[in-house]
């Protein structure tokens, strides 16, 4: 069976007249020519366990039967039979006899250049302010949206990869954008003329990728297989792979890389090691990692303003961490009680010092923490756990979603300096809101409408007043590339 897995007496119901088949069978008539022999993709995403991780069981059959609209995956309803898809998921999230690998051959090997740049110009080839650019993630039927951030029109749509994960990122003078899948495709995507100009496969499962202060270089996180992968900005060709090992031998999956500008380095989240790695590419890097001892598992960062300290989230201290960067030191923990996503938060200044604010995924509430003492100042109660906090410099307010509880439709507005909830809107009663993004200037927002039949919102910030509506299919996260090359105040990076 070419490598797969094949499970003892899973058989497939005889259905249809179909004599009765392994799903491993089932696998290699219907689904090897896309997603190939070894389960590792190819015309078709990878569909190993990894990948579909957060994918639930349910919609895994769905798709089998139904297909995804807009994509070449089509349905076997017809084809075949309950017993026969249901077999044939289950098969799906289970991991192949022999673990698969990638390694720095097959990286190359996955290499492609899809446009000459030194053939493009080097001036936007569009009227769009070049820095008030959206990029937006339509994750429903995975394609990418570049928009107007004055007009609020698009001006291109194309098809990703599968699953864009851990948020776009740009180069410092915003020309060009680069994608991390789920499945470890890297993207590099030339904002100025609208076209995509390279690719590689970096990994089987990739977290998500960080580009350096100077544009030079790409750094990429993967789960499968744990390493790190560095690469040439300018072309994605490949320059260094670092096993993300620790001292005592052990090999980890990486939770996250970010950029810290004001330290020329690379930040990285170690999910199984307990250390937390610094690459730095100021001069000429070897990269090298500085390892700083971690007392606990950290799997996500913010950070201070100023990068010199790292908040992680850590289930030893119940909460989080915070390390000076500089000393290696932990300074203290924080008591956290619904375990956040750090790097869904965001911070403020509030009565002139700098205030740090993230939702839990486990409760409804919303920890305010002052970055001076690293106290936690108020937590504020919410209709439910939520994912996404965002703000901008010029807004009154922190907007935040209540992504996991039972009112996912309600997007709450908290009032940066009382800390109290000023608004709660319900865009679309019935269907999730979340993920917010400013424009450059503040004046406008986007808000995502999370469904098939979804929408991205544009609100005048300050009267809250809807002004325009754009049918989307699931859009998740959206980018605005003046936010994010400054690294902006409310913003994620």
């Known amino acids: 069976m070419k490598g797969l897995l094949l499970l003892p007496l899973l058989w497939a119901s005889a259905a249809h007249g179909a004599a009765p088949q392994p799903a491993a069978a089932l696998y290699q008539q219907h689904c090897e020519s896309c997603h190939g022999a070894t389960r590792l ?28 609209p807009a994509s070449q995956m089509a349905g076997f309803a017809g084809t075949l039979s309950t017993p026969q898809i249901d077999a044939l998921a289950d098969y799906l999230q289970q991991p192949p006899a022999t673990p698969p690998t990638w390694n720095d051959h097959d990286i190359r090997a996955s290499h492609r250049l899809l446009a000459d740049l030194s053939t493009l110009p080097s001036t936007p080839q569009h009227h769009a302010d070049p820095l008030n650019l959206f990029v937006v993630v339509e994750a429903g039927d995975h394609h990418i949206n570049i928009l107007d951030g004055d007009r609020f029109t698009v001006l291109d749509r194309f098809a990703s990869h599968f699953a864009v994960h851990g948020g776009p990122k740009f180069s410092p003078d915003g020309r060009f954008v680069y994608f991390a899948s789920r499945d470890g495709w890297i993207s590099l995507y030339d904002l100025h003329n609208l076209k995509l100009i390279a690719e590689v ?142 790097g869904s938060g965001t911070y403020w200044k509030r009565n002139g010092d700098w205030v740090f604010a993230t939702p839990n995924i486990s409760k409804g509430l919303i920890s305010v923490i002052d970055f001076k003492t690293w106290k936690l100042i108020k ?115």
């Not at 993709?41 to 995804?68: F, M, Q, T």
């Not at 990269?287 to 989230?313: G, H, M, N």
């Open 41 to 68: 993709g190819a015309a078709g995403p990878a569909l190993l366990p990894e990948s579909l991780g957060r994918i639930k069981p349910d919609e895994v059959r769905k798709v089998i039967a139904n297909g995804r």
């Open 201 to 342: 496969r970096a990994g089987l499962n990739t977290r998500n990728l960080a580009v350096s202060k100077d544009g030079r270089w790409v750094l990429v996180g993967n789960y499968l297989p744990g390493s790190l992968v560095l690469l040439d900005a300018r072309d994605l060709s490949l320059v260094k792979t670092l096993p993300a090992t620790g001292l005592d031998g052990k090999t980890s999956r990486v939770s996250a890389v970010y950029t810290a500008p004001p330290r020329n380095s690379f930040i990285v989240a170690l999910k199984d090691v307990k250390e937390v790695w610094e690459l730095s590419y100021a001069g000429t890097p070897n990269f090298e990692p500085r390892r700083i001892a971690a007392q606990d598992f950290l799997d996500d960062f913010s950070f201070s303003p100023d990068y010199r300290q790292l908040l992680a989230t850590s289930r030893k201290a119940q909460g989080g961490q915070v390390i000076d960067l500089d000393s290696g030191n932990v300074v203290t923990d924080i008591p956290l009680p619904g375990m956040p996503h750090l």
């Open 379 to 493: 937590e504020i109660p919410t209709l439910g756990p939520g994912f996404f906090m965002r703000s901008h410099v010029n807004s009154p307010y922190a907007w935040t979603d209540v992504f996991f509880g039972p009112d996912n439709d309600a997007i709450h507005l908290i009032d940066k300096q009382t800390l109290e909830i000023a608004h709660t809107l319900r865009p679309m009663p019935g269907k999730t809101a979340a993920h917010v993004e400013f424009t450059r200037d503040g004046r406008y927002l986007l808000l995502s409408i999370w469904d098939t039949d979804g929408a991205l919102i544009v609100y005048d910030s300050k009267t809250l007043r809807e002004i325009k509506r754009l049918p989307m299919n699931k859009p998740s996260g959206k980018y605005n590339v003046g936010n994010k090359i400054e690294f902006a105040e409310g913003t994620s990076h």
